[in-house]
């Protein structure tokens, strides 16, 4: 099992991470049963957002095998 790294956001590369995770979850973009077990994302936060929240605070984000496993903004 690959360990989890938690660390903040660096790079355009980890915002687009964030944004393509986040697409991925979006309620509307996943099977009902998957929303009831695993839960589901409500906002969709475009790239340019999450680049005017970046330089106020970066975000925290958690990698596994070096692929986006989570992120809290």
């Known amino acids: 099992m690959a ?3 938690v660390s903040l956001t660096r790079s355009q590369q980890d915002l687009a991470d964030i944004s393509s995770l986040n697409e991925e979850n979006l309620r509307s973009g996943i099977h009902p049963d998957v929303a009831k077990t695993q839960g589901f994302v409500t906002w969709r936060y475009e790239l340019s957002l999450l680049e005017q ?3 106020i ?5 958690c990698r596994s095998a070096n692929q986006l496993a989570g992120y809290a903004l």
């Open 3 to 5: 360990s989890l790294v």
């Open 57 to 61: 605070a970066p975000h925290v984000i």
């Open 53 to 55: 929240m970046h330089a």
